[in-house]
């Protein structure tokens, strides 16, 4: 069973950067297309970002352009550099696999962008 552990939010203020980690026990890790994903209260869990096992990646509109996601297949981690970020960033960040049933989620990791 996969476990996921997710660091590296906090409060930035407008334009600023921070970079998110997720570390994941279990080999099935690194055979899955990994996302980052994130829920403000009150709505739905939005897909931020996702990269495949061949280092491929997608990006929700939103992010595009400012965020950059990477994955370590050696550290079973996955990235999330996060730039120029805007107030509505703000939110709750979480990892898992795209596609079937998720992992257990982990306590995500908060962040908190200032005007």
């Known amino acids: 069973q996969v476990q996921l552990v997710e660091s590296g939010g906090g409060l930035v203020q407008a334009g600023g950067s921070l970079r998110l980690s997720c570390a994941a026990s279990g080999s099935r890790f690194s055979l899955n297309v990994v996302g980052w994903y994130r829920q403000a209260p009150g709505k739905q869990r939005e897909l931020v970002a996702s990269?495949?096992?061949?280092?491929?990646?997608n990006y929700a509109d939103s992010v595009k352009g400012r965020f950059t996601i990477s994955r370590d297949s050696v550290k079973n981690t996955v990235y999330l550099q996060m730039n120029s970020l805007k107030p509505e960033d703000t939110t709750l960040y979480y990892c898992n696999k795209l596609g079937g049933f998720p992992w257990p989620w982990g306590q995500g990791t908060q962040v908190t962008v200032s005007s």
């Open positions: 990269i495949d096992i061949s280092g491929k990646t």
